[in-house]
């Protein structure tokens, strides 16, 4: 899975927790399977002591525990969630401008397009060109692939990248720049774990 498509799969994953926070039947099912594990060691439901100077915590106005939990734990954890989910991934939205050059999508592009722009702006270190120069090779690139059929055309990163070749240097390191930002940090944490079990 590359960057791309970890994306798209966040923007999936954010819409499923919006869904189950507007459902109550999610909520409900989380609440009773709580219930029963409090049953089992005999707690019974109850919800934290309300005073009228409340400082340490939110007063949520509450006639039940059901309805207390919800809004004071369930809600606050999945929009936190929704949030962090958000901030670390979908807003970095800058280094993902660089999939218009992808052969499928390239032809939306436009002269002087934000994208391009972006992409410029994003790139600019490892680039060292001027705008010019990847405006004439974008253009370039969008003649090759208007030649060839829409369904024989690269519709992902890795098959754009084999497409490139030598003759589009700076659309190639971008590419393979897009292509290696890891999706997740989890190859890299488990590689630390192993680490640490090894000189142990």
Known sequence: MDLLEAVRETQVVVQVLK????????????YYEAVYLEASVEVMP????RTSKQQ????????????YWRISLYYQFLDHLVQEISDRILKNAD???????????????KEKDKDISAVCECYAADLQCE???????????????SLVDADKQPKTLLDALKACGSAYPRIQLILTELLTMPATSASCERSFSSMK????
């Open 56 to 67: 340490h915590r939110d007063k949520h106005p509450a006639s039940d525990s059901r309805t």
């Open 197 to 200: 079990r090894i000189k142990t």
């Open 131 to 145: 705008r010019q120069q990847l405006d004439q090779e974008v253009n370039r690139w969008k003649v090759r692939w």
């Open 46 to 49: 109850s919800t934290l002591r």
């Open 95 to 109: 280094r993902f401008a660089a999939q218009t050059l992808i052969p499928s999508r390239v032809q939306s592009v």
């Open 19 to 30: 869904n189950e926070r507007a459902d109550p039947a999610v909520w409900d099912a989380l």
